[in-house]
């Protein structure tokens, strides 16, 4: 069972990581596209402590989000077209996320290419939209959130969704922090 808020699956590739220089920034998109219903996260890149940065985080805090790294993306995306799946790639040059989220929200199948360092321009034809996060340089971080948040019908991100397995639960609250171990 997926965590996704819809039926829908949503996979994360994610290009052009600098395991010197992105180690941060590439373990946030991958756990926020979990916070927000994504199923798990390709990595074309080589970086098992990501890996197990991640893994480690839904361990204690559940779900069956997976992360899989040295992926070759040209194959990723291939075999993912060749399943019946689209290809949506986060780019400031592409059309604006208010004109393609509709169309996006009815394949059941949905990657979303996120890049760190400049994406391989044959990117832009493989993908079935080139899709901004408003046409100004910002975060893969953000666009990856924005976009999920976008997607969600009818199951907020945004509330305090169950994972299941979760040895961790945050019980949303005013002032304070707290938090139930092993709620089930
Ligand atoms: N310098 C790189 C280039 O020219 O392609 C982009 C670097 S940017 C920090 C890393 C990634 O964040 C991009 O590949 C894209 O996926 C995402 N991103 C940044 N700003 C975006 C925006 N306004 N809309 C959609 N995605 C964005």
């Known amino acids: 069972m997926s965590d996704s808020p819809t039926e829908k699956r949503i996979v994360i590739l994610r290009l052009g990581h600098r395991p010197e220089r992105d180690k941060r920034i590439t373990t946030h998109v991958a756990l926020t596209a979990r916070a927000f219903g994504a199923e798990g996260m390709l990595l074309a890149s080589e970086d098992k402590g990501i890996v197990r940065s991640v893994s480690d985080v839904v361990e204690r805090w559940g779900g069956d989000f997976y992360i899989k790294h040295n992926v070759s993306w040209k194959a990723a995306i291939r075999d993912w077209k060749e399943a019946g799946g689209k290809i949506c790639h986060l780019s400031m040059y592409g059309i604006n996320l208010p004109d393609a989220i509709e169309s996006m929200k009815l394949p059941d199948k949905l990657m979303i290419v996120v890049g760190a360092e400049k994406v ?26 924005v976009t ?37």
């Open 148 to 184: 999920l948040d976008r997607l969600s019908e009818g199951n907020d991100p945004l509330k305090n969704k169950k994972f299941e397995g979760a040895k961790l639960e945050v019980v949303p609250t005013e002032c304070g922090k707290q938090v139930i171990e092993n709620p089930d």
């Open 120 to 145: 391989p321009f044959e990117i832009y034809g493989l993908a079935d939209w080139n899709v901004a996060v408003g046409s100004q340089p910002h975060s893969e971080v953000a666009a990856v959130a």
